[in-house]
Every structure is written in C-alpha cells, then in structure tokens.
C-alpha cells in the first residue's frame, strides 16, 4: 500500500515539475529586449510557488505515510484547508465531507468561517455549488456568488461574496468531499498555477486520507483480536470474570489521568486486555488451586509475561503493549520479575498496569480467598507505593478511585 501511494505522490510531483519546467523554458526563450524585470519577478514568483507547493505535498504526505496513527481526521482536513489557503493566498477556505447516514455534505474543517455558516451548511448532492461539483467530480469555478441563486441558496450568507472555487476530493474516482477556497480581495482570478497545484493538493489529500482510513481499519482489527484474546484468556482463568475489560476501562482514565499521548494510551488499553495473555502457556490445573502453591507452582505461574511477550512481540503493531505486558510483575523497588528492574526502568504502561491488575485481584474472589474490601485495597496500594507500585500511579488511580469508580457502573 505505501508503495502504490509513494508512486503515486511521485508521478504527482513529477507532473508539477514537468509543468514548472515548460513554463520555465518558455519564458527563458523570450527575448530579453524589453520586459526583463517582469520576467524575472515572474520567474521568482514561479519558483516560489512551487516551493510552496512541495512544502504543502511533504506536509500532507508525512501525516499519511509517518503520522497516520497519530492525527485525527479533523486535524488532518484542518491541515488541508490551512494549506490550500497558504498555497493560493486566500483568507477563507472550507472543507466540506459527505455523511453517509445523513445523505449530505457538511463542513468539517474551515479557515475565517463563521460558526453560524458551519453549523447552517448542511448541502444535498447536487444541491448549490459544492453539491453540483460533488456530484458531478468536476471543479467549478463562481465569479460571483452574490448573485449566484444556487450558492446563496445553499451556503447563503451575505458575508460571502468574494470570487471561490469548489474541489471534489476524490478516491478512486469516487468523491467523498469538497474544498471551497475564496479568491482574496487583492486578486481578480484564480491563476493557471493556482488551479493545478490545488487539484495536486486535492489530490494528495485524498490518497493520505485513505492511508488514514486503512489504518483506522486495521487498528479495529487488531482491536477486535485483543478483546478476543482477552476473552481467551478470562476463560481459562474462570475466577477473573470481566477482569481484562475492567482493567483496559480503567487502564484508558488513568492514562489520561497521567498526561499520555493518545497513541500511548491505545497501547496502555491493549497491555491491561493483554497482560494476562501469557496464562495461556499455564497449566490450568495450577490457575485455579485453592491452596497455597508450591515453589515449583510459582515459578511456573511467574514464566507467563514471558509467555506473553513471546506470543506478541511477533506482532509489529503490538510491539509496545508486549514490552508492557512483559514487565507488568516488575516492581518499583526492583524486587519483581522476570528482570528486576527498577523505577523509571519499567516502561510507564507497565507500572499502570500493575496498579490496576493488583487492585483487580484485591476486589475479586480468589480460590484461596474472598474478595477484600475497598477500605482495605486502599490501604495495601498506599503501603505498596514506593515499594511494589509507582508512587504518582497510585496517588492517580486512588484520585480516580475516589472520584470516578465508585460507582459500579464506571469501574
């Protein structure tokens, strides 16, 4: 799939070039005798714009290609219009998506629109201008929609009267979307330059918002798979109930509770449906005594975040979660396992799940013992702070505690 878009972006640019280039060589067979101060400001011109240009492609194509995990939609239709609007010098600019369910466009990302203009738009196929060139794939260009019926009708707002032109953004020859860019007062046209290189913007828009989509797609994927995994191993491990699931609720708020990044706190989730994986390699016999373990029992119990770690580190993807999943029996003070580390050495996904999975085992039956009672949980992670769990952890899952879990219905 990168391949295909890298091609693509290549025979974009290349296109560009080609036509810079044309209008370059023709410029340098004029003859010199008069004019040569406007040829060379037009020069500098030309030049610049396509260094504008390169910079708007590079700038959407690293957010496809590098950042597609880490960026939400609307920023990235945000990006677009700021770059379009920079691209051609305009002050106003919208970006305007198809809803499937409702059957119409909206506005999704815009520059120096009012909220009342956004909030009004709501646009049918072929219905105004953005409608028509939705409907029709092709770019339509209003001199003046002040007494354009089909575009006040459908945008109508008095505040808008400036020359604009609407862009199908387009998939597989399938529109999903229109970006409408106003033509600043300073200008009396869009130019040649302006129009092609914001079908290339449209167009490399469009390619990195399905790069966009198709990791969306296989992030559910690998979503679905975890929680099936965790249903596993919560089967085999009958007296835990819910416990993966509680504990990725729980794992998401205290993440955020700790200021992690979005892409950070996904994988925190997978670690805490996740971490108990590695059971499956245990002897089932073993999960459910009621009796105190043996040495020989224990040591085998303590092989499963290796286990863990073995089914998933294969997993490109879930590299992060296996190495979380790998330490969450590490304690704070160097005293757990596999490896002893210590503090700052566990990742911090790790530590997060420790809290919770320790937390989770205090308030679930057991088949050695009851569950024990909230008052008394508390009471072991504060003692085990600084010991077994990380200090700041603890003190931000007991503030969540207090204030957010109580109630069953949020734990």
């Known amino acids: 799939m990168t391949s295909y878009i890298l091609a693509i972006i290549i025979a974009l640019l290349l296109a560009a070039i080609g036509f810079l280039l044309k209008q370059l060589y023709a410029m340098k067979l004029e003859k010199p005798a008069s004019g040569t101060e406007e040829r060379n400001a037009s020069l500098k011109n030309t030049w610049n714009k396509f260094d504008e240009l390169l910079t708007s492609l590079l700038t959407i194509h690293e957010i496809g290609i590098i950042n ?29 998506v198809y809803d ?31 409608g028509r060139a939705f409907q029709t794939g092709e770019t339509i260009f209003v001199t003046d929609p002040e007494h354009n019926t089909q575009y006040k009708d459908f945008i109508g707002k008095e505040e808008q009267k400036e020359p604009f ?17 106003h033509l600043s ?64 609720r729980k794992a998401r708020q205290l993440a955020k509770e ?9 994988y925190v989730e997978y670690a805490a449906l996740l971490h108990d994986i590695g059971k499956i390699g245990i002897d089932g016999v073993i999960l459910s005594k009621p009796g105190r373990l043996s040495t020989e029992e224990y040591d085998e119990i303590k092989k499963h975040p290796a286990i863990g770690y073995q089914i998933l580190s ?24 596999p490896e002893g580390l210590k503090g700052e050495e566990i990742p911090l996904g790790a530590r997060i799940v420790a809290t919770i999975d320790a937390w989770d085992a205090m308030m679930s039956d057991r088949p050695y013992r009851k569950a024990l009672s909230r008052e008394i949980g508390i009471s072991e992670l504060e003692k085990g702070a600084g010991k077994q769990f990380d200090p700041q952890v603890v003190e931000a899952f007991l503030k969540l505690e207090h204030k957010e879990w109580q109630d069953p219905g949020k734990g």
């Open 68 to 96: 597609a995990g880490d960026i939400k939609k609307e920023d990235f239709y945000q990006t677009v219009v700021e770059s379009a609007c920079e691209l051609i010098r305009s002050t106003r600019g919208s970006l305007m």
């Open 100 to 130: 499937d369910e409702l059957k119409e466009l909206r506005i999704t990302a815009s520059k120096n629109t009012s909220k009342e203009v956004i909030d009004s738009t709501h646009i049918k196929p072929g219905q105004g201008i953005a």
């Open 165 to 181: 032109i609407a862009i199908p953004l387009k998939v597989k020859d399938k529109p999903f979307g229109v970006l409408n860019l």
């Open 185 to 248: 007062r300073e200008k009396e046209s869009f130019t040649d330059y302006d129009l092609k290189f914001l079908t290339l913007l449209a167009g490399e828009a469009a390619i990195t918002l399905e790069n966009i989509k198709l990791y969306e797609s296989i992030e559910n994927f690998y979503l679905e798979m975890v929680q099936t995994l965790a249903r596993v191993i919560d089967a085999k491990d009958s007296y835990t109930g819910d416990h993966a699931g509680r504990a990725r």
């Open 258 to 266: 700790l200021h992690m990044p979005e892409q950070m706190i996904k």
């Open 314 to 337: 294969p997993i490109h993807f879930l590299g992060p979660v296996a190495q979380m999943v790998l330490y969450h029996q590490e304690w704070y003070n160097g005293m757990g396992y």
